[in-house]
């Protein structure tokens, strides 16, 4: 229409199909107990457990770093998200820090002590993780990097997911479902 090869756009005489929304599967405490069982086994554990214990979205435990973290009076701090974003320019697409996903989603969550257990392993496992890669650590404040101190990509976390699911005997489940 707009190259003026034809004269309007057959699409404007039809209705979009009907999309139903899928409902969210989320886990019974017997699942639970099964896919905590398995993550001591994966780098990615501490942060589905955390996810689990704390309802927050992966995207926003993705951006979450250590100043983040009240210890003293007990809660974490969610002001932002992490997610992909495209360059409207050049058109790459990276992972990016931002606002969280709505207005509400700005909140301080209750730091139980189950986990701070999780955070403290967690930092635990940066430590290794950061002596491991050596030169190759880009240093920063993340609570959940990458083996190699970068922000997680959710590909390669929906992966981690469906390993653990799998190692669990867990039937396929988003990560949503930890929320």
Not at 48 to 54: D, G, I, Q, S
Request: hydrophobic share 35%; proline share 6%; glycine share 6%.
């Amino acid at each position: 229409v707009i190259n003026h090869y034809i004269r309007n756009n057959p699409l404007n005489e039809t209705n979009p199909p009907k999309v139903e929304d899928t409902e969210i599967r989320i886990m019974t405490k017997a699942e639970q107990k099964k896919y905590i069982s398995v993550l001591p086994f994966y780098n990615t554990g501490n942060m589905f457990a955390v996810a689990l214990a704390t309802g927050m979205r992966i995207g926003e435990l993705c951006a979450l770093d250590v100043t983040d973290i009240d210890r003293e009076l007990k809660f974490i701090d969610n002001t932002k998200t992490a997610g992909r974003r495209k360059d409207k320019y050049t058109g790459e697409v990276s992972i990016k820090v931002g606002p969280p996903k709505t207005k509400h989603s700005v909140r301080k969550i209750p730091l139980l002590p189950s986990v701070e257990v999780m955070l403290d392993r967690q930092a635990q496992l940066v430590s290794e993780l950061r002596e491991k890669a050596g030169n190759k650590w880009n240093d920063n404040d993340l609570v959940f990097p990458t083996d190699e101190g970068n922000i997680h990509d959710l590909s390669g976390l929906r992966s981690s997911m469906g390993r653990i699911l799998k190692r669990a005997g867990l039937p396929h489940m988003t990560i949503h479902a930890l929320r």
